[in-house]
């Protein structure tokens, strides 16, 4: 039972905004350890990174920050929400 395979269908837009999210979350920021702690669940965010990597031409794209731009931007517009926050800066508790 453990090697049925699931299906996930995902948007364009979708696939390209989580692609960012997980090349940012693995490979950028190595912080991947203090996002998901159970490193069983590596297996699946490898797997799911390695299939959009293979999938999306438009990581590729000398014009790739501008369609994650605009992928963005319409995903949050499908989500009632105008534009992206910027997030709240770090409070030291000193």
């Known amino acids: 039972m453990g ?3 699931v299906v996930i269908k995902l948007t364009r837009d979708q696939a390209l905004v989580l692609s960012d999210w997980l090349y940012e979350a693995m490979f950028t920021s190595d ?6 702690r159970d490193r069983s ?4 965010i490898y797997a799911i990174s390695g299939t959009l990597d ?4 438009e990581i590729f ?5 501008e369609r994650l731009a ?6 949050l517009e499908a ?3 105008e534009e992206e926050e910027a997030p709240a800066p770090a409070v ?3």
């Open 92 to 94: 030291s508790e000193d």
């Open 31 to 36: 912080d991947l350890s203090s996002i998901v």
């Open 70 to 75: 605009a992928a963005k931007q319409r995903l």
């Open 61 to 65: 794209m000398p014009d790739y920050s």
């Open 79 to 81: 989500l009632g929400g």
């Open 41 to 44: 669940v590596w297996s699946a």
């Open 3 to 5: 090697e049925e395979r």
């Open 54 to 57: 293979t999938t999306l031409s």
